[in-house]
């Protein structure tokens, strides 16, 4: 096996990326081809992509983006990289994850203040090869929903969460998949006041869920709609059979009915922790 690393996106095939991230074991929407564009058109956001490949084929993908809060002189000092959901490798291969590692550090050293992969897993040999390279690894929950059918899962909540969405429904509130850009801007425009009144975090320029809804492959906005007015949503990235809840929002002062707007802390509202199986 002779491993090559390629950190510059334009020697990538993009369809090869694609079907390795698809077909690996733990492959999910964050490492994707479709996931890069995304932050290529967010101002203030770097993605980083490094590859490994053997004879041609890709063995090993990790995707990074460089937030920044500020444009430069002063964006260096707000500046992170996050790794969401990778790195991906091939047969849990510790030299290619140790190459991958190595050879992100060295791009991300100058280009961020830290560095976070928020893992929606983690192996033993992962763990010791991630600590080598000098991460400290600090453990959180993913929780993960088996959805078998609506009726089932249903049953699963309680009492006061069943009414609460049977009185919802009853008042009109359609659950839709967003459809128009419009309807992506109002869900924009309640998470943005949600950020900024309550949150208190960074929130990406609406670039970021404009280029999201423009690739339909990559996931879907499922939004609560009264009236045609959207009065709440949530934004899901899709690979395979898993569906991701990321970003979502509620107006639940100015409709009392069931529809939270959720200010819990950062792991709650943008990392996909909350993981479900279609």
Known sequence: MSIVIINKPSLIDYKSWALFVHNHPHGNAFQTPEMYQVYQYTPLYEPILIAAKDNEKIVGVLLAVVQKEYPLPWGFLSARSIIWGGPLVQDNDENIL???????????????????????????????????????????????????????????????????????????????????MSE???????????????????????????????????????????????????????????????????????FKINTQAHTQPEHRLITPQRIRYC
């Open 98 to 180: 140790d190459m991958l590692l190595q050879a992100y550090d060295a791009i991300a050293q100058k280009k961020a203040i830290y560095s976070q992969f928020r893992n929606l897993w983690m192996q033993k040999f992962e763990k010791k090869v991630f600590e080598k390279n000098g991460f400290e690894y600090k453990e959180h929950f993913n929780f993960i929903v088996k959805i078998d059918s609506a009726a089932e899962n249903f049953k699963k909540l309680n009492e006061n969460r069943r009414r609460q969405i049977k009185k919802s429904l009853k008042s009109g509130v359609e659950i839709v998949n967003a459809k128009e």
């Open 184 to 254: 992506v801007k109002e869900f924009y425009s309640i998470l943005n006041k949600l950020y900024k009144e309550k949150v208190k975090k960074p929130l990406p320029d609406f670039s970021f869920f404009k280029q999201f809804f423009l690739m339909p492959d990559l996931g879907k906005y499922f939004l609560v709609k009264l009236d045609e007015k959207i009065i709440g949503g949530t934004m899901c990235p899709i690979l395979k059979d898993v569906i991701y809840e990321w970003y979502e929002c509620a107006l639940d002062k100015e």
